[in-house]
């Protein structure tokens, strides 16, 4: 008879067993799906927008994690499904944050405030790295300060007459930024001025031309002009 009860003292024990590992693989799949939502918001920078909601869900995610080295499974799957309904929410806003975070970037840059256009677009980037408008934007605002600076020299070399000094900055801050359209203004008012100069020059080459009965060359350069 002694045989028998330690048999089926075995048959407890290997059922006790196989519930554990049941209740193991149930809390293991729980703790993945919270795994792969954790996954898409970093991916997408939510520490830098998820503020404390995302930091509860680290320390409840932390929570379960102590409880399933402890083997209480029961406690530690409680904790990971409490940590998933607190990502979902933010699961939900990361396409939001992307549109007014890229929104406010580009009227920081339309604003010209470097400072303000370099933080907005690194998080639209960081939120979104392969949107190709976030990305240029970024590019954009890093060279925004220097192209403002050689759009203040352009302007004072327009001040002191030296046009071909402007025309350089000015199309310094083009190569840096193609789209910068106070450049492409400004610089199109360099070329109007040369191309005035030029005409007033040829119109007084051909009339002093004209005084002194030269009318060959008085006609070459009004066709100049």
Do not use: C
């Amino acid at each position: 008879k002694k045989p028998a009860v330690e048999f089926s003292e075995n048959i407890d024990n290997l059922d006790g067993r196989d519930q554990r590992v049941q209740d193991r693989a149930s809390t293991e799949e729980v703790l993945g799906e919270l795994l792969s939502k954790m996954d898409t918001l970093e991916s997408r920078a939510v520490q830098r927008w998820g503020g404390l909601r995302f930091a509860r869900a680290q320390a409840v995610y932390a929570e379960g994690d102590e409880a399933y080295l402890a083997r209480d499974y029961a406690g530690a799957t409680e904790k990971y499904r409490e940590a998933i309904e607190i990502v979902e929410p933010l699961l939900d806003e990361v396409d939001n944050v992307f549109e007014s975070t890229y929104s406010e970037a580009r009227a920081a840059l339309e604003a010209a405030d470097p400072v303000e256009a370099v933080r907005l677009f690194d998080l639209a980037a960081a939120n979104s790295p392969g949107h190709r408008g976030a990305q240029q934007g970024l590019v954009r605002a890093r060279n925004l300060e220097t192209v403002l600076s050689l759009m203040d020299q352009g302007l004072g070399h327009v001040k002191d007459l030296e046009l071909q000094a402007a025309r350089q900055s000015f199309e310094l801050a083009i190569v840096l930024d193609p789209v910068w359209e106070p450049a492409q203004i400004a610089l199109e008012r360099v070329w109007g001025t040369f191309r005035q100069m030029e005409f007033d020059m040829r119109m007084t080459e051909g009339l002093t031309a004209l005084a002194e009965g030269d009318f060959l060359a008085a006609r070459a350069a009004f066709r100049m002009a």
